[in-house]
């Protein structure tokens, strides 16, 4: 049997495999049945990696049997011999039983492999087998058969999909068993109420008006709802916000040790931590002064629902795909994973740019391609990517020089500003009156200069009231 992770992996590779995972997971994010959850994550696995088959049993209810409900690749039947499979029974059945992954590259030899010859025959070589467990509590089994060895990179991929595929797999459960069955009609259990029946020894309190959350969003808040029901929470606030929800808590570990409380929290929510980060969030936890006190705290801003803030990423290097999708959603963008070329794009990657409709061209140095809206750099936060999404949805360029293959013209965003200036307003009055941060007012005049060539403030109002795109004030 091969270790679980070895100590030295190739950084590249794993971030290939880690993006990959990430494709996987968009496919199943925002599901609420656990079968459609599964099949999408086994349907991922077969197409984003060389897999012969994947499978994922789920437990049943009374805890003593796995129910197969998904399989792709050369075996997509969930009925046969191993469609239903007790607990400790077979490899599958001790690896939920136990919770403990089994891994191996020479899967012919593998004592418990009930048919040698089906293994050599269909050359199969390689198996990993994952719980889908957080704790004590286990969800299924995820088993993946490969025609080739397992690199340790992928497994590392793969442990981190199971994590995130148990948590959602865990609160589409939950959402199935809280929703009103016999009741078609039946008005939706607000969120609130959701998390007050799983903190029912807690106080709990909400503050600001309730308001439909994304189901991804949902099922995050729901699952550390569960975590901190089992830590025995004492007092929780969730909060509607302007912009994002929150949830904070307080809770008493009375019996662990005093250097010890941040790591016992961080082993208590690494599980949902990838998952919040994904969605642009933020976890964090703090300890008071005599480390008696953990304070938890989980923000997520509100998803946009606006169709112009859809945004396509393709970059050539895993590491950017991974860095700008990740500022996608903590900027509140919709990222497609579909090639679609009536999204916006944003890329490094010249090819792309000659199909697509409208392309934010990322800034590495190189020559800057033609036919582009946009141009963005490294240095971009995720309000300045959001606003340069808008600007170009509307029709405006963003980001681009004269001598680059847009026509220079001012957006409106830039004549308004500047139209500010002329009247001899700050940039914090100009930012305070147009509801955007000081930083993009400057960003803004920066592109200005830039386009009409001008070396201050005051020779751009010149050289814009000359040229008639600011009225002379």
Known sequence: MLEPITPLLDSMRLLVDLQRVSEVVQRFKG??????????????????????????????????LLRLVASSGIYTHTDGFFARVPLGAFKVGKIAQNRIPF?????????WVKDRNWAIEHHMVGFAGYPLAIGDTVTGVLAVFSHHSLSPEFLEALQGLCTTLTITLENALLFKRIQPVNNLA????PLSEKLAGILHR?????VGTERPLAASVNCILLRMAEILAEMDCTYCRFIYGAEQVSLEAMVFPSEISLGSVQDWAMS??????????????MLQTFTGENQNVLQVVLRVSYPSCNLADWLRIHCTKPVLQTAFTHLAYQAG????????????????????????????????????????VGKVDLNITPSLLREA?????????????????????????????????????????????????????????????????????????????VKGAVKAV
């Open 31 to 64: 599901c609420l049945d656990p079968e459609e959850i599964a099949k999408r994550a086994t349907d991922g696995l077969i197409q984003e990696f060389d897999c012969a088959f994947a499978r994922i049993w789920l437990m049943e209810p009374d805890g003593a």
């Open 103 to 111: 891994l191996s590259n020479n899967l012919p030899d593998e004592p």
């Open 186 to 189: 039946a008005s939706p259990v």
């Open 202 to 206: 807690t106080r709990l309190s909400l």
């Open 268 to 281: 208590q929510f690494h599980g949902v931590l990838f998952s919040v980060t994904c969605l642009g969030g």
């Open 333 to 372: 963008l919709n990222v497609c994973t579909i090639d679609d070329p009536k999204v916006l794009l944003l890329t490094d990657d010249v090819q792309q740019t000659k199909t697509a409709h409208q392309v934010l061209w990322i800034d590495d140095g190189t020559a800057v391609p033609q036919r582009i």
């Open 389 to 465: 999404v808008e600007t170009v949805s509307q029709g405006n360029s963003w980001g681009l020089s004269d001598s680059e293959p847009t026509a220079p013209g001012l957006s409106d965003r830039e004549r308004e500003i500047l139209h500010l200036l002329a009247q001899g307003l700050r940039d914090r009055d100009i930012a305070h009156q147009l509801h955007i941060s000081e930083r993009t007012v400057k960003f803004h005049i920066n592109n200005v200069l830039t386009k009409l060539g001008a070396r201050t403030r005051c020779q751009a109002i010149y050289l814009s009231t």
